[in-house]
């Protein structure tokens, strides 16, 4: 699964959460202007760079903002560059979903059972900031509130963890320690760079949104359709 | 300054604690060879490949085994890939130290006085496994005694820190919440991957000499001899 907390992860199951259908990420602007026009019906088109939409769209990556426009049943474009990387370079695990705090047990309970089936392992992929070269806190943290999840599913007494899993498990409850999940992940989010910056562009209702652990049961997957990056939803039980 | 807690970063420091001068790394056990050769007199050859000493070599990578040899006044070339590999990537930077349990007192302030001499900043870098393709538990451990280390002499009220070096300090204190440092680092040891790696080879005397936060002043600093990486020692008052 790859985590891109703020925003992209919790903005896809947002979007999907309100019913876009399809949902397709694009790496660029240009790559999802390009997309765009190749759809039969005009998609909602959104994304962001420097933190407002390109001219030409119709929202930015701002998850709140875009619950409020109309999506139920409409296809979305949304430009993400660090996600739609970390996405690419899975594109050939079995099985990638998408996850962040608001999907965190949803998201468990997928990748376990997904695992399961394929007698495999789960990888959690942290995209990171400027394009995945920079370790960023707040995937980290919900990459522990996701492996948490494994551990609270797992039948056996423990979970066979390696060194990455068992330190974003450690820093997670280094904030659960004090708090409970929502204020620990909001904490996470004040502490971090990625965080900051959000605050200070004033988008701080995202943040107290994407905070909110566990909010939704919605698990994106992504689907290739011909060389377009799609996510899907499935929602389990 | 780079960690390679287990064992490169603790065996040089163990090496030049106990007065091996000079001190060279090389990066492969053919370089050490090589290097070895062309040495006035012979020097002490140690490191490891898959936990033993290479043919013809006087020692592994064991500190405690090395500390019982007489090295007082002897060159020594040590073979270690990981860290000769991190230090060399550094070997650009103004200043490249090497740190670890043993001394992480002694190296953030080396560091801190360093980066105040330069109006710089410290970059702590962590050696990781594998060719420094996986994160390493240990490393990332001891980057968070540093940190704790730096913030302590710190004068203002809290050091800027990045995401990675806030991550770190957390995950220490989620150790030394529960028990003092040695002990912390022990724990950080024993659910390590390397660590688990290093009790099943036998090497326990070493894990619980590397876990001994601040036993040593020496700070390992990087010296280019020609084309030969060396480790200088000084001490801070």
Known sequence: MVLD?????????????HGAAPLYVAGTVDAARALAARLPTRPLLCGEVGGLPPAGFDGGNSP?????QAIAGRA??????????????????PAVLVGC???AAAVAASARAAALARRGG????????????????????????VVERLQALALEATL????????????????????????????????????????????TADLAYCARVDASRVV????????????HAFELD
Request: net charge negative; charged share 20%; aromatic share 6%.
């Open 5 to 17: 907390v703020l925003r992209a992860s919790s903005t896809v199951v947002t979007l999907l959460d």
């Open 64 to 68: 709140t903002e875009l619950a409020a």
């Open 76 to 93: 979305v474009v949304l430009a993400t560059s660090n996600g739609t990387r970390a996405l690419a370079a899975l594109a050939a695990a």
């Open 101 to 103: 705090f608001l999907n």
């Open 122 to 145: 789960v990888a959690v992929v942290c995209a990171g900031d400027e394009g995945g070269s920079r370790f960023s806190l707040e995937d980290a943290v919900a990459a522990g509130c």
């Open 160 to 203: 066979e963890l390696d060194d990455g899993a068992l330190a974003a498990w450690r820093l997670y409850r280094s904030y659960t320690a004090a708090a409970p999940p929502d204020e620990a992940a909001a904490r996470a989010f004040a502490e971090s760079w990625h965080g900051r910056e959000l605050a200070r562009l004033g988008f």
């Open 220 to 231: 994106p997957r992504l689907i290739h359709h011909g060389d377009a990056l799609a996510l």
